[in-house]
């Protein structure tokens, strides 16, 4: 494993005491996983989808 950042080290002492917690927090930021977008909607739904749907494309 690759030496973490100070900061990223400091980071995980201020936010976590455990330090399992700690090392699931770096792990997570230094391997992201993929997620698929979303739209939030921040205000009232809209009756209609602005939104044309689109077939997935793998590859």
Do not use: C, R, Y
């Not at 770096?26 to 992201?32: C, D, F, K, R």
């Not at 993929?34 to 749907?53: G, R, S, T, Y």
């Amino acid at each position: 494993m690759e030496k973490q950042s100070n900061l990223l080290l400091k980071l995980s002492l201020s936010l976590f005491a455990d330090t399992a917690e700690q090392e699931k927090f770096i792990h997570a930021v230094t391997n992201p996983q993929a997620f698929n977008p979303a739209i939030l909607w921040v205000q009232p739904q809209p009756p209609k989808n602005p939104f044309d749907l689109e077939i997935p494309v793998f590859g």
